[in-house]
């Protein structure tokens, strides 16, 4: 059994940096980088155990469909669907978090989330969105679609953001939710049924029928504006986790000088030190860790 805390990210590698060699073949599974993530990880973190599980993109390529912005369709959005299946069958529960979030407390609070008998998914709901508008007209349209799918359900649907769950593996792997995922993008590969990405269809299973989390755990929207490309602040109320969800992303508004404010928050965890900063020094330099970057590993701690 699996006592301990367990917290799913997902991280990127560098498939090759600028003027690096080629990426050593990792050993434990072969996927590319992995040897280095790790050394990466246990040099900035010297006290952590953690392991890394490699996701396999071609696990999902055949089932992504084109979205309205090309980041949503990289196959590493989709390693959320595949955690029950990428960790040891012992892990009864796992926190999932976008690699654009800064947990600022103790995600152990999180992890003490109870989830009733009848919920696989914990996670910060929002009810005054309009749930409408994450679908198509097709859908709403269909009969044996639109309110059909959400009838039934424990509550009413809402929206919820999908950057920061916590995952009951076991009920997942027992309802093969897995598998009532796929479906839906195998359906959005025939017909358009949404216009995101991963999200979608993660509603399409759970709206209605998740564990309300406190907001707190989930500020998100820091990447500000889509359209106008402006800076978000925190919404009110105690903040335990920030998320810069959207198109805008603090490290590369870092790396172009246009920081928004929020995001200086952000440079003092950055695990990448570009050639010639030295401004911090925890991690070797050019190291294998990037935000910005390909996607290679689900990673676990
Ligand atoms: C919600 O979105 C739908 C679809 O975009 C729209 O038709 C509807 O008017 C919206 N409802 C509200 C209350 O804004």
């Known amino acids: 059994m699996w006592a301990g805390l367990v917290v799913v990210g997902v991280v990127a590698l560098v498939a090759g940096g600028v003027g690096a060699a080629p990426l050593p073949r990792g050993g434990g599974g072969g996927a590319p980088g992995v040897e280095e993530l790790r050394s990466a990880v246990a040099a900035s973190f010297p006290s952590l155990r953690f392991e890394i599980y490699p996701f396999r993109a071609d696990a999902v390529t055949g089932l992504i469909s084109a979205s309205v912005r090309a980041a949503l369709e990289a196959p590493l959005n989709y390693a959320r669907n595949y955690l029950a299946d990428l960790l040891p069958k012992c892990v009864p529960r796992a926190i999932y978090l976008d690699s654009d979030v800064l947990a600022?407390?103790?995600?152990?609070?999180?992890?003490e989330t109870r989830l009733p008998a009848a919920a696989v998914v914990a996670a910060p709901e929002y009810c005054h969105a309009n749930f409408s508008r994450y679908f198509t007209e097709t859908f709403w349209s269909d009969p044996q679609l639109g309110?059909?799918?959400?009838?039934?359900?424990?509550?009413?649907?809402?929206?919820?953001?999908?950057?920061?769950?916590?995952?009951?593996?076991?009920?997942?792997?027992?309802?093969?939710y897995r598998r009532r995922i796929e479906l839906w993008m195998e359906m959005q590969k025939e017909k358009r049924i949404y216009e995101l990405g991963?999200?979608?269809?993660?509603l399409l299973v759970f709206a209605?029928?998740?564990?309300?989390?406190?907001?707190r755990w989930n500020q998100h929207g820091l990447g500000g504006d889509n359209v106008l490309g402006s800076c978000r602040p925190l919404h009110k109320g105690p903040v335990s986790l920030m998320h810069w969800s959207?198109?805008?992303?603090?490290?590369?508004?870092?790396?172009?000088?246009?920081?928004?404010?929020?995001?200086h928050t952000w440079k003092s965890y950055d695990l990448y030190i570009a050639e010639g900063d030295s401004s911090s020094a925890s991690v070797p330099s050019r190291t294998a860790l990037s935000s910005s970057a390909l996607p290679a590993a689900a990673f676990s701690w």
């Open 104 to 111: 600022v407390d103790d995600v152990r609070r999180l992890w």
């Open 147 to 176: 309110d059909r799918v959400f009838a039934g359900r424990r509550r009413a649907p809402c929206y919820f953001n999908t950057g920061v769950m916590v995952i009951d593996l076991r009920r997942w792997r027992v309802g093969n």
């Open 198 to 202: 991963s999200l979608p269809p993660f």
């Open 208 to 215: 209605g029928e998740v564990e309300a989390v406190d907001h």
């Open 246 to 263: 959207g198109k805008g992303k603090p490290w590369d508004r870092l790396d172009a000088g246009k920081p928004c404010p929020l995001d």
